[in-house]
Each structure stands twice: as structure tokens, then as C-alpha cells.
């Protein structure tokens, strides 16, 4: 088991939980004050940290998985 790695995918994971929560919060802020000239920036800041969060649990997990069971050797 590489430490290393595990603890740097439960942070990634960790930020992606966080993201989980904050991206759809910012999302429906927009959302609900349409008419508010900050509509777009803040409409395109919840999808990009949407995005951000699928991107970090993707890496998150990977990482997981490899600090877990380690590179598989082929014969």
C-alpha cells in the first residue's frame, strides 16, 4: 500500500464531497435571480465547479484504487 497516495486521493475525495455540495448551491443561487446582471458568471462558475468535481472524484478514485492495489504486473 503506497501512504502517499492514499492520503492524496482521500483529499481529492474529500474536495469532491465538498464540491458535491457547493456546485448545485451556486447553481440554484443562479438560477433563482435570473434578472441580476451576475446571472452568467455565476451560472458558469456553478457548471465549472461541477465539472471540477466529476473531474476530482474520477482522479480521486483512480488514485484510491491504485494506492490500494498497486500497479498490476503482467507476465
Known amino acids: 500500500m503506497n501512504n ?3 492520503k492524496k ?6 474536495y469532491f464531497i465538498i464540491l458535491c455540495f457547493v ?3 451556486v447553481i440554484m443561487q ?13 451560472l458558469l462558475l456553478g457548471v465549472f465547479l461541477s465539472s471540477i468535481a466529476v ?3 474520477f482522479i480521486g ?7 490500494l492495489i ?6
Do not use: H, Y
Request: proline letters at 5%.
Open 30 to 42: 443562479a438560477f433563482k435571480n435570473q434578472e441580476n446582471i451576475l446571472f452568467f458568471p455565476v
Open 23 to 25: 456546485s448545485p448551491i
Open 55 to 57: 473531474a476530482m472524484g
Open 70 to 75: 498497486g500497479k498490476i504486473k503482467k507476465d
Open 61 to 67: 478514485i483512480n488514485q484510491l484504487v491504485k494506492s
Open 4 to 6: 502517499t497516495l492514499f
Open 9 to 14: 486521493s482521500l483529499r481529492k475525495i474529500f
